[in-house]
Every structure is written in C-alpha cells, then in structure tokens.
C-alpha cells in the first residue's frame, strides 16, 4: 500500500474539527502561556524558568491534546473505523499527529516570545525540540489508545504533566535523597541539561549522551505506541 497524502490530510482535517469543538481542551492550551506571561513579569528569568514552560508545553498541549484526539475518537466509537478503513497505520498515526504538532509548535514559540527566550544554537536547541515533540506526541498517542473516554486521559494526564511537564523542579529534592537521581533520565531532565551546556558554549560532539538519552525515550514510547495500536486494532478494542 502507498502512503495518501490525501488520506492523511482527510484525518487531518476531521480532527482540527473536531478540536476547534472541543472548548475542554481547548483551554489548557493557554495553561503554558498563561504561566509564561506571568513569569516574563520578572526582572530576570533564568534558564530553569524557561525550561519549565517550554516541558511544560511539551506536556500539555503536545501529550494532553494528542491523548484527548484519540481517546474521544474511543468514546464516539470511531477509531475502531478509522482502524479498518484502507488507510495505513502510518497514514494515520501521522495524520491524527498533526494537529497536535502544530498546535505545540505554534503554543512553543508564543511562550518563547513572550518570556523572551533566544535559542543559544539554534540547529542544537531545534532539533532537541523535534525530538522531544515528537516523543510526547507517541507519548499522548499511546496514552489515547489505553483511555477508555476523553475524561480518564484527563486524569491519567496529570501526574505526567507534573513528572514531564514541571519535574526540573524536584532537582533540588533530588539532591538530597540520591535515590530518586534516576528521574534525571527521563527527557525532560536531559532538555535542560543540553540547553544548560548549550549555553555554556557546548557543541554537538559535546552533547550526544543528552542526545542518546533522549532518543532512546522516542524510539522505546514509538515502539510502544504501535504495538499497543495493533493490539488494539487486531483485538476489536
């Protein structure tokens, strides 16, 4: 089977619809921007703040909206459709990823702007951005599959929006009970330590421990999420 571009544009569109409908999720976009106006009130932002909006965006929008897509399309009993209609798991996992990507690109660069955030290296700070959008966005993907209704994502959503979205900061926690140092692996964490050596003049040879670390994350939540697609599409769910 080719992959449509006209399929996933079809998808696509039907989900930007079905979101410009939903005003429930609608809002907690403005969540980070909000927080983000607030903190550009300050005299002087440290990187740690800037940091705790951009994951936190990541958090909200790319996960939160992605999972609530999904797990609607559950709950209207239309996935199950989409699931045996001709087009591709491709055709629609990145179909029903766009709105979510878009909406999160255009969420980061708001907050940006508004906290006066400029990327030190821009091709590093951008494609550590792909990246993690692209891991939150399976990250939501699979968090849709396994929600039964639009109302279990919400709730499943937020410890993840404290661990992901705002966990940096628990580094001082962390710093005084050694046991909990494994949390500076998951993605967020490493964000902030590249851009954190970013800023101190880090180049890419430099930076593929953070890199690794945080590509491991996408490809382990890829794999997930289209493993538990197919089990979800082989089974009937």
Known sequence: MTFSMKRMYAIFNKDLKDLSKNMYVLTT??????LAFLFSRQDELILQMHYLIINLTFAT?????????????????????????????GEILIGKSLVSTIMTVV???VCMRIMGYSLGDAPIIITAFALMISFFIALGTWLGLVTRSL????????????L?????????????????SFLEYLPNFQLEFLALRVEEGASWTNLGSYFGIIVTWLIAMCLLTVVTYRKRAFNGE
Request: aromatic content about 4%; hydrophobic content about 55%.
């Open 29 to 34: 976009i403005i969540t980070p921007v909000v």
């Open 151 to 162: 109302i279990e994502a919400s709730i499943v959503i937020v410890p993840i929006m404290f």
């Open 164 to 180: 992901l979205g705002m966990g940096t900061l628990l580094i001082e926690i962390i710093g005084d009970y050694p046991i909990l």
């Open 107 to 109: 969420t980061l660069i």
């Open 61 to 89: 929008v790319a996960t939160f909206v992605q999972s609530a897509l999904i797990a609607e399309e559950k709950e209207k009993n239309t996935l199950r459709g989409l699931m045996m209609s001709p087009a591709s798991i």
